[in-house]
């Protein structure tokens, strides 16, 4: 469900919870190495605090551009430093950030390149953990051939499928590895099988970047 702004209401959307789950699979074991993580578009902060949750000793940060959505931030016991900015004008000195945490957001913002070279500065020589939904997965292509109309989620700018997105991150990252999260049925069994996810990478229905900058 979406609140008047177009934002996702906090509690309202489970598969927004599943994608928290499958981003922290990725990121739990390196969080205790990172000694500073920012969440970038945070929305709520869930995964940020989260992130503050599972490595208490870290700086989390939550940084969204929508004062309301930080204000509505619940950091509960968690040491979350919240920060209101522009995600393709970051406030963060070079290189200051060890883990960037992207999700949802680079298909929202105007200019991704700018975006991804913000993201690039901020954590120079560290990782960012960057994800999309996936234009080119099976159930979109299925439609598309039936001739059934497409829709995507409102404020959607830019749509990327498996390659493109390896392609654009691959100019602004040393190293990209993309898992994939299937969700669309019948193929939703395959996000709990490493093996199955690895061959049929390209068909996810999003794809989570791990990137070394």
């Not at 008047?4 to 919870?17: N, S, V, W, Y």
């Not at 959505?69 to 004008?89: F, I, K, M, Q, R």
């Not at 950030?97 to 700018?114: S, W």
Request: hydrophobic content about 40%.
């Amino acid at each position: 469900m979406l609140d008047a702004d177009g934002h996702i209401e906090l509690g309202k959307d489970p598969q927004r919870a599943e994608q928290h789950d499958f981003a922290m699979a990725i990121v739990a074991d390196k969080l205790p190495y990172m000694r500073k993580v920012l969440d970038l578009g945070c929305g709520f902060g869930e995964m940020a605090n989260r992130c503050a949750l599972h490595a208490p000793n870290r700086c989390v940060i939550a940084s969204d551009a929508s004062r309301d959505l930080l204000h509505a931030v619940n950091n509960g016991a968690h040491e979350t430093e919240l920060v209101n900015a522009n995600a393709l004008a970051l406030p963060f000195a070079f290189g200051s950030i060890d883990l960037v945490i992207c999700l949802g957001l680079i298909e929202h913002v105007a200019d991704p390149i700018r975006l991804l070279s913000q993201i690039r500065c901020a954590a120079h020589g560290g990782h960012a953990l960057i994800m999309t939904p996936n234009i080119g997965r099976p159930r979109r292509l299925l439609k598309s051939l039936r001739g059934e109309q497409l829709h995507g989620r409102a404020g959607h700018r830019f749509g990327y499928d498996y390659h493109l997105f390896l392609q654009v991150l691959e100019r602004h990252c040393k190293h990209v590895e993309i898992t994939t999260r299937f969700v669309d049925a019948p193929w939703r069994w395959l996000s709990h099988c490493r093996r199955y996810r690895r061959r049929f990478a390209m068909a996810g229905s999003e794809l989570y970047a791990w990137c070394k900058l």
